[in-house]
């Protein structure tokens, strides 16, 4: 190093201990090594954040106390530090943590060698699946969509002119009963429930094949200040209390208003009718640290995350997992098609959508835009 450079700005020279430090302090991945006994050696940054436990109380622990009671990944380490092999598992691992939820995650465990030739211990490599299985829950609703949009378009054409005829013919028998004749509560009856059925064709089509979206700058500050407004006056006598934290930084994004306004309609909608009596319901919007939405040929655009939380009844895992499949509903009216529709919204502005929910506590769900 030369008098007068800066010791903080002067490269690490390959090799050197304290680049593997940082390197290990950075990376998005838990490292955990173990010696020969399967004592805790190294516990990284990454491996606290998803195990939730410092690495002051991890060091020294022997790795059957650590990871009691989850027997897939207490095979993988069998496997490296008893067997001398290297194994991965990509699918069945939920990495339970005192505090949190399991979390699923791919773990590589492989021996570690001294110079020797000689088994020193093993080592983890842990990688957070979370946001892969939510892309893959993404695209699996997507599938159903576009396998009903096909639906939609062969069905909607052959209902929609023998039901206009039915009820056409409804109205011509109404004006032809007498205003006193005790059939024409049949004849208004046929024509309600014609319009009916009619508004959940369109509501059908609406999904299979929506209109294109008509992008401009939106204010989403002032598209979800006006629902929460309506809302309000809904919810009057119900004793809920809506709570709006809008960060104000946050620009215009890039959307449709007309269906950006449907989409926060109907989600704080549902928090609204999930509760039954007082309650309280969240409406959040930041900038996600997590998440980039990266197009070819363009930079990366920061996302916009709006979270809706309320205090209702919330749903059961078997419920969620029906959730957004058109038709299934948990409400005692409704077509079963709103949630279906939002995540519709959601993939023609290119961004995501996320549930989660625990019976008798409430839901919440965030809804990820991109900026640009």
């Not at 699923?104 to 570690?112: D, F």
């Not at 060698?113 to 893959?136: N, Y």
Request: glycine share 8%; with cysteine.
């Amino acid at each position: 190093m030369k008098p007068g450079d800066d010791p903080m700005s002067t490269p690490l020279p390959t090799g050197d201990p304290a680049l593997t430090a940082l390197v290990l302090d950075n990376i998005d991945r838990a490292v955990i090594a173990l010696d020969r006994s399967g004592q805790v050696t190294l516990f990284n940054p990454a491996a606290e954040a998803y195990l939730g436990k410092a690495a002051r109380h991890a060091l020294g622990r022997h790795y059957e106390e650590l990871f009691a009671g989850q027997e897939a990944l207490l095979y993988l380490v069998h496997a490296a530090l008893r067997d001398g092999r290297s194994i991965t598992d990509d699918e069945s691992i939920f990495l339970q943590r005192p505090k949190a939820a399991s979390l699923p995650v791919s773990v590589y465990a492989a021996p570690i060698f001294s110079r020797r030739g000689e088994q020193d211990g093993a080592v983890l490599i842990i990688r957070d699946l979370s946001r892969v299985r939510e892309l893959e829950e993404t695209l699996r609703r997507a599938d159903q969509l576009a396998m009903l949009a096909t639906l939609a378009a062969g069905l909607a054409h052959e209902i929609k002119n023998p039901l206009g005829g039915i009820k056409g013919a409804a109205q011509l028998l109404a004006m032809e009963l007498g205003s006193d004749s005790p059939l024409r509560e049949y004849t208004r009856v046929m024509v309600k429930e014609a319009e009916r059925v009619n508004g959940i064709i369109e509501e059908l089509m609406d999904l299979g094949k929506p209109r294109p979206a008509l992008m401009r700058e939106v204010n989403l500050a002032r598209i979800l200040g006006d629902i929460v407004l309506l809302q309000k006056e809904a919810a009057r006598g119900q004793r809920i209390d809506f709570v709006l934290s809008l960060d104000p930084s946050i620009p215009p994004v890039q959307g449709d208003e007309n269906l950006l306004t449907r989409l926060f309609l109907n989600l704080i909608k549902n928090a609204r009718e999930a509760i039954d009596g007082p309650g309280r319901i969240e409406i959040e919007s930041k900038i996600s640290a997590e998440y980039h939405l990266t197009t070819p040929g363009n930079r990366p655009s920061p996302l916009i995350v709006v979270r809706i939380r309320d205090t209702g009844c919330g749903m059961a895992a078997e419920e969620l997992e029906r959730i957004f499949t058109p038709y299934y509903t948990t409400k005692n009216t409704g077509s079963g098609l709103g949630l279906a529709i939002c995540q519709k919204i959601v993939e023609d502005h290119r961004g995501f959508l996320k549930l989660a929910s625990t019976p008798g506590e409430g839901t919440e769900i965030s809804v990820s835009l991109p900026l640009r």
